[in-house]
Structures are given as structure tokens and as C-alpha cells.
């Protein structure tokens, strides 16, 4: 995967998650496991049109995968290589050598 | 958007490197600023275990070591699960600047190898990720 494509692949995942909607969605199917768009209407206060929406942008974030089946019973599972690729992103931000550095330069004083 | 590979620091220290280098190398020192506490295993391929009160722990494997000029270790990716075969590459400098000493601290590799070469890596024997890991330095360092 090319440096660009990370870059593509995470702007996917934190535009997808960016919606408050679409991550009831994904946190439904990463807790409860493969669901159809029915299944998950039962669960969420979501219509079932508005979940099929948000589950064709999720799977074409690639944040979830259509298992194969008919058209209404299709589950969709969650795929978790994209977050990873975002995973990576948040590590770097999330490393604070700012802290350790100001003691060190504290201890040595 | 840029996808953060690299973190660098520069630090102006009035020590000289023979005593930021104690601090970076020793489990004295470095259980006091990095860890609440640390075992130090001090060679190339050695390792350095850092731990905090937080119940948190830190693996680091040396990979260079140029007393009093050059630490360079990799470590698991920050967040990340235990087991993610993921590593990034951290390296010490310490340049003499009149009595004092200046500090750089580079991190990279946040942004480094595709996952399917990881699990080629990490699918393989012991030795392979070594020698695996050894090229992600080289290649880390230029020399690749």
C-alpha cells in the first residue's frame, strides 16, 4: 500500500466514523457481530432505508463487508484492516514525547 | 492530508553527552523520565523494558548503539494491540554543543510497511522477522 492510498484509506474511515449515525452502525456490528439492515433497524432508533444508506457509504469506506446472500438478507460484517490503517494515524498523534523530553531536561538539572 | 510518519524533537540540554547518555541508558535513568522503572539489557539486539505505575510496559530491542552518540531501538506502534507485529524505529542523537549537549529524538515508521509484507514477516519463522526487522532499520535509516 502506497503512502497515498494510507492517506486515502484514512480520510475514508474518519469521514465515514465522522457521522454519529454511521458509527451507532459500526459499533453495533463490531459488538454484536454480522447483522442485516433489517437486524439492525430491530436494534437502533434508525429506519431501515436510512441504515441501507449509511451501510452502501460504509461499505464503500470499505469499514464493512456485504456478505454474499439475497438482496435483503445480505449481513454485513464489520472489516477492520481500514481502521487499522487509522490506528496507525491516531499512534502518531497520540505519542507524547513532549512529557518524557521536559522530565529528562527536569532530572538532569 | 498528510499521514504522519515521522516525529522529531530537538533539545537543548546543559549537560554533556556523557550524562544524557546515562540517562538514556541506564535503568537509573531511565526509569526515572521515560518509566517509573526499567531493566536494561545494554547491547545490539539487547533489550530495554520500561514499566509505569499505570500497570503499562514498553519492550524496546537496541538496535544501534554509539556510545555517547547514538541509541537507536524499535518498539510496538502506541495504541496499538500487543500481538500487532507493527514497529517503529526511534533513534537518539546526542551532538556536543559547547558544554552541553543536543538532544534529537526521531520516530518513524508510523506510515511504514504494507500490512500484507507484516504478515509475511510475522507468518514466517523467528529468524525471518529478525532479519525482517533488521531491513525496516536499514531502510528506516537510508541505507536501503
Do not use: C
Request: charged share 25%; proline share 6%.
Amino acid at each position: 500500500m502506497a503512502g497515498s492510498d494510507r492517506e486515502a484509506v484514512a480520510q475514508e474511515v474518519f469521514t465515514a466514523l465522522a457521522d454519529p449515525t454511521r458509527r451507532e452502525i459500526v459499533a453495533a456490528l463490531a459488538s454484536g457481530g454480522p447483522a442485516t439492515a433489517t437486524d439492525l433497524a430491530a436494534r437502533l432508533p434508525i429506519s431501515r432505508q436510512a441504515i441501507a444508506k449509511h451501510l452502501t457509504l460504509l461499505a464503500e469506506a470499505e469499514l464493512v463487508i456485504a456478505e454474499p446472500g439475497e438482496r435483503r438478507r445480505v449481513r454485513f460484517r464489520v472489516n477492520s484492516a481500514p481502521m487499522k490503517v487509522a490506528q496507525q494515524f491516531l499512534a502518531a498523534l497520540a505519542r507524547d514525547w513532549d512529557g518524557p523530553l521536559a522530565t529528562l531536561k527536569e532530572t538532569l538539572g | 492530508m498528510a499521514f504522519p510518519d515521522r516525529i522529531e524533537r530537538t533539545l537543548d540540554l546543559a549537560q554533556p553527552p556523557e550524562r544524557v547518555w546515562a540517562a538514556l541508558t541506564t535503568a537509573e535513568g531511565l526509569g526515572t523520565w521515560f518509566g517509573n522503572s526499567a531493566e536494561v539489557d545494554l547491547r545490539v539486539g539487547g533489550r530495554i523494558t520500561l514499566a509505569w505505575t499505570s500497570g503499562d510496559t514498553a519492550t524496546l530491542t537496541i538496535e544501534r548503539l554509539e556510545p555517547p552518540a547514538v541509541l537507536g531501538y524499535t518498539w510496538a506502534i502506541y495504541g496499538l494491540p500487543q500481538d500487532d507485529p507493527r514497529r517503529t524505529y526511534v533513534e537518539f542523537t546526542l551532538a556536543p554543543a559547547g558544554a552541553g549537549t543536543t538532544l534529537t529524538v526521531v520516530e518513524s515508521g508510523f506510515a511504514q510497511l504494507p500490512e500484507d509484507d507484516h504478515k509475511k514477516a510475522f507468518d514466517g519463522n523467528t529468524g525471518g522477522w529478525t532479519n525482517e526487522l533488521g531491513e525496516l532499520v536499514a531502510y528506516l535509516d537510508g541505507r536501503l
